[in-house]
Structure formats: C-alpha cells, structure tokens
C-alpha cells in the first residue's frame, strides 16, 4: 500500500495579480521589441540583416528564461503576445513599409499582423512556460 502526501499551497491574491500583470506588461513590450528589431532601417537588400536575426534571437533567449523562471509570466505575457498578433490580423491593421516610423508602436502592432516573428516569440513563451509548470517530482511511491 502507498501513501503520497500532498501539500496544498495558497498563493496571496496580489500575488498573482502581480503575476499577471507583469505578463501582460511582458506580452506588450515583447510585441513592440520584437516588431522593432525586426523593421529596423538595416542594409540588407534582398535578405535580413544579420544583425535584426542577432536582435531576434536575444528576444527569443530572453523570452525562454522568463518562461523557464516564472512560469505564469511567461504564459500571460506569450498569450498577450498571441493575442495581439490575431487582434492586428482581425482588424487588418495597416503598417507603413519604409524606414520612415519603424519605432512608432502603431506600425509595431501592425507589423505583427504580417510577421511570423511576434508569434514565434509568443508560442516559445507558453512552451517554455508550460514545460516548466509541469515538471513533477519523479521520485518513486514506495
């Protein structure tokens, strides 16, 4: 016969509203970053600048730590990303081509609406959240 005990723990309310509001904050300023870095007026002709994949992949790592260290974070803020990139779709929302506004944050959400990148971002945020949330103690029942 096996016994498992388990400990319930209740988080404080502010807590987690703190918690979320962070990841919505998160979610916000990824999409603007990431919208950013990737319309940023860099030569590259035909291609993308090497530096613009540097700046991506910075985003990327950064988006996984913050998911990997707090788990509920990083599924608000990759989630608020998401959302945002199908509330840009819905509403075809319209961003200009050129290096004249590339940091205005209408563009950014626009942007989002014809990049893969802020999706991307957003989906590395849930997994790397979801992974971490569900790790268990993998200790046997004797």
């Not at 569900?134 to 200790?139: E, F, I, K």
Request: aromatic share 6%.
């Amino acid at each position: 016969m096996t016994t498992t005990s388990e400990t319930t723990t209740r988080q404080h309310p502010n807590r987690i509203a703190a918690r979320l509001g962070t990841g919505v904050l998160v979610g916000l300023v990824t999409v603007y970053v990431v919208a950013v870095i990737a319309t940023a007026p860099l030569g590259g002709g035909s291609t993308t600048n090497p530096l613009v994949l540097a700046g991506l992949a910075v985003v990327g790592a950064a988006a996984v730590a913050v998911g990997t260290r707090w788990p509920t974070v990083g599924t608000t803020a990759g989630a608020v990303v998401l959302l945002v990139t199908v509330f840009a779709v819905t509403q075809r929302i319209a961003w200009t081509t050129g290096t004249t506004q590339w940091w205005s944050p209408t563009d950014a959400v626009g942007y989002s609406a014809v990049s893969a990148y802020p999706a991307i971002v957003g989906a590395a945020l849930v997994a790397a959240s979801v992974v971490r949330g569900r790790q268990r103690d993998t200790t046997p029942d004797l």
